[in-house]
């Protein structure tokens, strides 16, 4: 499982603007689910959309069972959207 943390701005923006950003996986794998580090938050990880916290979201992406690649597309209102695009390997058999 991999996860990762991004924050983007566009001229004008604030990285701690309050947005909510949907994310879309696609490829070798799914958007597992999504967070924003507030302890206090009760929503839940399966939906794709939650407002960020401090202007930060956090996504969990499960790989597939086949190598290839995967993509991670989040975009809000007033911001550009970020694309991340990861490789996705065979696990090795122990």
Do not use: C, I, Y
């Amino acid at each position: 499982m991999s996860s990762s943390r991004s924050s983007t701005r566009t001229a004008g923006s604030s990285p701690t603007r309050r947005s909510r950003p949907d994310s879309r996986s696609g490829g070798a794998g799914e958007l597992a689910g999504v967070a924003n580090g507030n302890p206090h938050n009760v929503d839940s990880f399966r939906r794709p959309r939650h407002h960020t916290w401090h202007g930060r979201a956090l996504a969990v992406l499960r790989p597939g069972g086949q190598p290839g690649h995967m993509r991670l597309t989040a975009t809000a209102a007033g911001l550009r959207p970020a694309t991340l695009t990861l490789a996705v390997e065979r696990g090795k058999s122990e």
